[in-house]
């Protein structure tokens, strides 16, 4: 018996070169490697903040393990990434972060903020406090928001007709500039904390409930014209 056997080293991060493995220092910004790209799907432990760059040649799973502080220079397309989102993990969104988000499940942290203007994709499985979160909702983003929570206020764009859940977690001031076709399969209590211009917004909510007590049916069948909304008609003159 041979023992031929290595225990790898948890605190070592490396990579290889033309076949020659090279051990990054923390410390030695020079020891970091110019160009990332391949598999992360063994990758976990504490995001150094100072980690940034264009990540779109990145594929793979994210360990539910990989944690810490994403640096608002990180960038690129995140197409290729899924996996589980730690709650710990925060830091600012760059708002050239983009891509299809469909495989990515977890905790958003509500220390976990920035522009996510150019992120598309299913958000069924994605929870938590999205308050520190701004910029134009992709009319691409869809799925259920059910788990989901947090203050809106800073978030804008065209709402998908695919987006659908419970919407008593959030609360805010719904921008005027909040537009689309809400589907009939979004329902929730309105929370008092949910405020603002719904004007821009078309559908069914048929299935909401909460400070508008009593008051139902479809907005669709009252045939509001362009200027009506502008003006912001008062729900009460539309119930019969």
């Known amino acids: 018996m041979k023992k031929t056997l290595k225990k790898l080293n948890e605190s070592e991060l490396y990579f290889y070169e033309n076949g020659i493995k090279k051990t990054i220092d923390y410390k030695n910004k020079k020891t970091y490697p110019p160009n990332l790209q391949g598999d992360i799907s ?25 944690r810490g502080c994403i640096n608002s220079e990180l960038r690129g397309d995140v197409s290729g990434l899924w996996g589980c989102i730690n709650s710990r ?43 520190g979160l701004w910029g134009c909702i992709n009319s691409e983003l869809r799925g259920d928001v059910s788990g989901l929570q947090g ?32 589907n009939s399969e979004l329902r929730g209590c309105i929370n008092s904390g949910l405020r603002g211009d719904v004007s821009g917004l078309r559908g069914d909510v048929s299935g909401l409930r909460g400070d508008c007590t009593d008051i139902y049916g479809k907005i669709d069948e009252c045939e509001l014209t362009e200027e009506e909304r502008e003006k912001i008609v008062d729900i009460q003159e539309l119930v019969k």
Do not use: K, T
């Open 151 to 182: 203050d809106i206020s800073g978030l804008q764009g065209c709402i998908n007709s695919e987006l659908w859940g419970d919407i008593s977690g959030l609360r805010g001031c719904i921008n005027s500039r909040l537009r689309g076709c809400i």
């Open 42 to 66: 063994e990758l976990w432990g504490c995001i150094n903040s100072e980690l940034r760059g264009d990540i779109s040649r990145l594929w793979g799973c994210i360990n539910s393990r990989l």
């Open 89 to 131: 993990l925060r830091g600012c969104i760059n708002s050239e972060l983009r891509g299809d988000v469909s495989g990515l499940w977890g905790c958003i942290n509500s220390r976990l903020r920035g522009d996510v203007s150019e992120l598309r994709g299913d958000v069924s499985e994605l929870r938590g406090d999205v308050s």
